[in-house]
């Protein structure tokens, strides 16, 4: 069984709109990531949180917001879609959030943007 | 800041040859070092991970020893396999906030019988 759930699977959106793409973890985790891989930086840091509080934001655009309504929980908002945010977006999990621990990760959401 | 280097971007090898994938970095400290493979279609998986200078990690075969004189992780197997076939990330835990990890850019590694 998959403890990293993350919805939907593809997405395929126009250019403008706005998406949310979901994340669960069950492995009672009290950090978790979101990571953006593309052929142009693959695995790109974007948003850590920890105890449901945001650690550290390395994404320049406010159109990405994380939001984190239960513990096991990190959706990410993307509004005004533009074609270059087309990449693989991962959710990743750790135990309580330092960087020397091992990260688990989702098997992704693939974000087209026409 | 710190960063992770992967010179090769693509090896190809043959089943039971020895493999060699090159990973150096940059940063204060001593950073958490780790190795993660990435199969089609999935998130990346840990393979292992190394904390201090010459502390040794490995799995499934594989291996890389930390090295704070050359600031080297190369992830190493003596015999690689069909199986191996994926994409290897190196790495570590930032050092300056200390909450996340830089990965370098991934070598995709292709096993031929």
């Known amino acids: 069984d998959p403890k990293i759930i993350q919805k939907p699977k593809y997405l395929v959106a126009v250019t403008g709109s706005e998406k949310i793409l979901i994340c669960e973890q069950y492995l009672g985790h009290n950090a978790m990531y979101w990571y953006r891989q593309s052929a142009k930086k693959p695995l790109e840091f974007m948003f850590s949180?920890?105890?449901?509080?945001?650690?550290d934001n390395q994404t320049a655009s406010s159109r990405f917001q994380p939001q984190s309504s239960k513990k096991n929980h990190l959706d990410l908002q993307i509004t005004a879609l533009k074609p270059d945010d087309s990449a693989t977006y991962f959710c990743?999990?750790?135990?309580?959030?330092?960087?020397?621990?091992?990260?688990?990760f989702g098997h992704g959401t693939k974000l087209s943007v026409l | 800041g710190d960063s992770v280097t992967q010179t090769e971007g693509q090896v190809a090898l043959s089943e039971e040859d020895f493999l060699t994938i090159h990973c150096n970095y940059s940063?204060?400290?001593?950073?958490?070092l780790f190795w993660y493979v990435q199969y089609p279609g999935e998130g990346p998986q840990f393979l292992f991970r190394a904390s201090r200078d010459k502390e040794k990690g490995s799995s499934r075969g594989f291996e890389a020893t930390y090295d704070k004189g050359t600031t080297s992780f190369h992830l190493r197997k003596a015999s690689v396999q069909e199986s191996d076939s994926a994409v290897y990330y190196c790495?570590?835990?930032?050092?300056?906030?200390?909450?996340?990890?830089?990965f370098g850019t991934g070598t995709k590694l292709q096993v031929v019988p």
């Open positions: 990743a999990s750790s135990p309580t959030g330092i960087s020397n621990e091992r990260l688990f």
């Open positions: 790495a570590l835990g930032e050092t300056n906030s200390g909450t996340y990890q830089r």
């Open positions: 949180y920890s105890y449901q509080k945001l650690m």
């Open positions: 940063a204060s400290g001593y950073p958490a």
